[in-house]
């Protein structure tokens, strides 16, 4: 693996059990479109199961595309950030799309500008830190932009949808399986400008047992509050019901609390043990509202628009391993 280039392919050389797949998140300037473009990778050992795909998740009518290629129709450069499958390419600054495959059609031409990405350093190979570096986990995890402009379009079955001026966000994982619990929020849309959410809350196997791993961004006016297990930061509060999620984490000087509406989704499928066996709903019509204090006053308060939300697993095992 590169691990300090977190965008690029780490699975060359992987014979089974593995995955890898970019999450490309896009909303217009009208906020009228949300649809999220996942490629990615299955490599399972078996000619039959093992291949590439690509899915589309059009947020306005829950609609979800899978789009089923061979696995040699995935390519990806050794050293960058450019990988293709078929006649569909991704990059760090681009997104092309060509696709046709069992009566429909989604195409797209999309360029990004402004790219805000996780910081990379000596002892952090990104957003996972120094877990980055252990070699047994399940699931690795890249927030590639936390946001940025977008220029381009997208055209689903022969209707042209113009995302000039657009705002997008890119995340990836790898390894061999989600984690069997989890909740994802992400938004960039508040009232205020240059704000953006990215929280992710995992079951985490270690060791025969498991923790309650979290990694949290929010990006306000030039400045990433980082929270994370690798930071000391602590999960205060978590709950999710029919209704809703909530959750607040804290370290030594900062409180990070949200609460999300889970609402109405569309199925996606996700990997276990390398196959895309599982499923997951996801929406991108959420509300999500974020406050942020800062020696206990509040520095922030504002709702997210546009907003990813994930739920997935049992909350009782996610609460069994919080640390204490």
Known sequence: MNLYKPEIFQGRGKKKNYFEGWYFKNVDMAEKNAISVIPGISITGDRDTGHSFIQVL???????FYFKFAKEDFRADAKTFNIGIAGSSFSMDSLKLDIEQAGNSV??????????????????????GWYGFVPFMECY????????????????????????????FVEKDWG???????????????MESEVSLFVSVAKIPWLGSFFTGFIAGFYLKGKIYRFATYTGARVKKINVNDTGIELAISDKRHTLEISGDRIKGAELAAPKY????????ETLKSK???????????????????????????????????KK
């Not at 195409?107 to 996972?128: D, R, T």
């Not at 381009?152 to 705002?167: A, L, P, S, V």
């Not at 509202?289 to 739920?311: M, T, Y």
């Open 58 to 64: 059009n947020g306005n009518n829950n609609r979800a």
């Open 107 to 128: 195409k797209a031409s999309l360029s990004f500008e402004n790219i805000i990405p996780w910081p990379v350093s000596l002892l952090s190979p990104g957003v996972m």
């Open 141 to 168: 995890h890249g927030v590639l932009s936390f946001n940025h402009r977008i220029k381009g379009w997208f055209e689903i079955n022969g209707q042209r949808i113009d995302f000039n001026n657009g705002k997008g």
């Open 176 to 190: 061999e399986s989600m984690p069997s619990s989890w909740i994802w929020a992400q938004t960039n849309h508040f």
């Open 274 to 281: 390398g196959e895309m066996t599982s499923r997951v709903n």
């Open 288 to 322: 999500i509202r974020v406050s942020l204090l800062e020696d206990g006053k509040e520095i922030f308060f504002g709702e997210g628009r546009n907003s990813g939300l994930e739920f997935n697993g049992s909350i009782e095992e996610l609460i069994k391993g919080v």
